[in-house]
């Protein structure tokens, strides 16, 4: 039986050390300037942290319901929201449930700013398409420990590196739904627009976007599902929130808090999928009527 050619083992060291150690002159060369540009994002998420946290419980609680109603006008929803929300913090998990809703908050905002242009431009230019697609197959593909090392080397543990492992995980969908909903657009409507005297932006603007809304909806409410999922493995890099208990409860063998906290988790994620659906149905209800 054949043996497979394989790289002699020196060699393999050698290139493995010329990688370590390329990227590690990299980070003490560039790191300190990568921290400095994503302050604001830290600054951001400690603020709006800090908001939710100073608000009384009493107060939140009720609030985070009436938004709710407000998107998806179902009643039950909202009382469950509430209901889960108020059984957090008696379960003494509502700093924890706090810093997740920021964190996921901070996060798919990003995803958002970032993809819905990233999108669009795969839209316009095919050549943007074919170089931007394999790059989102990697980063929905490739284990997300492995691409928290380099984040890890340039900024160490914290909130950023957790909120960048975060979005490059979570951000495909956005991306891939905002490029799929504006292709399903009829182009006839969209010549028809042209005809009348609108340039690319007021048509994309006007016609292309506003019919392309609900499949868009649905890669934000993908991308906020994933921003969740990635909050236990972000907890690894010193990212406080939910995933922290679930670690605790797994090297503790804490059977009741790994219970409560993974409860927590799927309930953040059922009351924001089904924000989303129903804010989703009724969007596009009203869409088709108005055609």
Partial sequence: ???????????????????DNTFRDFSETWGESFENFFSPVLYSLNLFESLLLSIPYYILVPLVGAIIYYFSRAKWLSAFAMIALFLMGYFAMWEETVSTISIVSVSTTLCIVIGIPLGIL??????????????????????????????????GLGKVPGIIAICVFAMPPVIRFTTLGLKEVDRELVEVGEA??????QALWTIELPLAKPTIYGG????????LSMVVVASLIGVQSL????????????????????????????????T????????????????
């Fill in 276 to 291: 989303f659906m129903y804010y989703n149905k009724r969007t596009d209800w009203k869409t088709k009527n108005k055609r």
């Fill in 196 to 201: 009348f005297g609108m340039n690319w932006w």
């Fill in 220 to 227: 934000i409410n993908q991308t906020v599902m994933m921003c």
């Fill in 122 to 155: 795969a839209y316009k230019k095919p050549l943007a398409e074919k170089i931007i697609t394999p790059i989102l197959d990697i980063a929905q593909t490739i284990p997300s420990f492995v691409y928290l090392i380099p984040v890890i080397m340039l900024f």
């Fill in 243 to 274: 995933g922290s208990l679930v670690w605790q409860a797994v090297y503790n063998q804490y059977i009741g808090l790994g219970l409560m906290s993974g409860l927590a988790i799927c309930a953040l994620a059922i009351i924001i999928d089904r």
């Fill in 1 to 19: 039986m054949s043996e497979f050619p394989e790289l002699d083992r020196k060699t393999l060291s050698q290139l493995k050390k010329f990688l």
